[in-house]
């Protein structure tokens, strides 16, 4: 990965967190705020290498988990799973496409959701937990696949450059 490319993902990835740690809470509500982490890890998932991506989606699953107030490595076991299984099937199809990418964090969102609530309900005594997170699943994954229908927008979206 080049110096440029280090820069834009580190900047990229603190702009993500500031919005959807600072920002974005104080005008939506909670079911409605993007996963903006999980979208940059779909993204990875599809355009860099497994020596790169792996470590990588363990980072932004750890980030996820320190700033959103859940488990630590909640996510970051979420996120490593979710990146092996989708790097499995990433050299069988066409990893450029907008509508896949669109398709793949619809996926991995309820992927993540699924595992998340499988996890919290095997490891926690809260009796309610797993109501709470089922009626936010909808939105989120509406509110997830509109952002990734936003990123496919950005100009060099569609170009064929792996990220290494």
Do not use: H
Request: glycine share 6%; hydrophobic share 60%.
């Amino acid at each position: 990965m080049s110096r440029g490319a280090i820069l834009l993902l580190s900047g990229l990835v603190l702009l993500s967190i500031v919005l959807q740690v600072a920002v974005l809470p104080v005008y939506l509500r909670p079911s409605f705020k993007p996963d903006l982490l999980l979208v940059i890890m779909v993204f990875m998932t599809l355009r860099s290498s497994f020596q790169v991506g792996a470590p990588l989606a363990w980072l932004l699953g750890m980030l996820n988990d320190a700033f959103s107030g859940l488990y630590l490595g909640l996510n970051a076991a979420g996120f490593l799973v979710i990146f092996l299984v989708m790097r499995s099937l990433t050299d069988r199809l066409y990893a450029d496409s907008a509508v896949l990418f669109v398709l793949a964090v619809a996926g991995v969102t309820f992927a993540s959701f699924t595992l998340n609530l499988l996890l919290m309900v095997m490891f926690t005594a809260s009796p309610g937990i797993a109501y709470s997170m089922v009626s936010d699943i909808v939105p989120r994954l509406l509110v997830n696949s509109f952002v990734a229908s936003l990123v496919t927008l950005f100009p060099g979206f569609d170009c064929q450059q792996e990220v290494s």
